[in-house]
């Protein structure tokens, strides 16, 4: 089938993307299509996703079941977007550094920050802290597929959906752009202008000399 090709093509391709932008390392994060109703393309568990080969990736039914490897232990988190979300054609999980400092601290992030945002992703929700693989991870993100294509992790990440795998990972790219900005925008925030007696020396010396 020259779709599948072209589908374990571009996931290795964002696999390396996500690795040499830094989203993940070591065996980090995980990818995953939707090939029909009931069969999926998800990376394999255990793999550095900068050095997946097409031949690596493994697919799966609805239950995880497949004949060709060990699928990635995150595949209970991809199910339930599947089933909750039909719509959804590919998923992206990272642990963009970023983004998962929110999740570590506790935080969503405000999408309404920025104009790139404020109409694409006004808010992105953060799920309880669970332990990664489990069942009540993939619980976790529950309350908030109906209404939101990314979610953060707690203290874990953030996973990402879309149209198809290449929409999921521009949504990642987005959203750890968007808490870069948010974390500089709040040190920028605290910067000091030279107080009014520093003006006056300054202007005293009566402009650049040796600066
Ligand atoms: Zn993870």
Redesign the pocket.
């Known amino acids: 089938m020259a779709n599948l090709v072209l589908m374990r093509r571009e996931m290795v391709a964002i696999g390396q993307e996500m690795q040499s932008r830094g989203f993940v390392v070591a065996a980090?994060?995980n990818l995953s299509v939707r090939i029909s109703g009931h069969c999926f393309l998800v990376s394999p568990s255990g793999v550095s996703k900068g050095g997946l080969r097409v031949q690596d990736l493994v697919e799966v039914d609805t239950a995880g079941r497949s004949a060709q490897g060990k699928p990635t232990s995150?595949w209970p988190m991809h199910r339930e977007i599947y089933v909750n979300r039909p719509d959804v054609q590919g998923i992206c999980?990272a642990?963009a550094p970023w983004a998962t400092a929110f999740a570590a601290a506790g935080r969503d992030l405000d999408g309404s920050l920025l104009t790139e945002t404020a109409a694409l992703l006004p808010r992105v929700p953060l799920a309880a802290r669970t332990i990664?693989g489990t069942a009540e991870l993939a619980l976790s993100i529950k309350p908030f597929l109906a209404d939101h294509d990314a979610i953060l992790?707690g203290n874990?990440?953030v996973v990402t959906m879309g149209t198809d795998l290449r929409a999921a990972f521009a949504l990642l790219e987005t959203v750890e752009r968007l808490a870069q900005v948010t974390l500089l925008a709040e040190v920028a925030a605290g910067q000091n202008s030279v107080d009014a007696e520093t003006l006056r020396l300054l202007q005293e010396r009566g402009g650049p000399k040796s600066y």
């Open positions: 980090e994060g995150e999980h642990h990664p992790l874990h990440g």
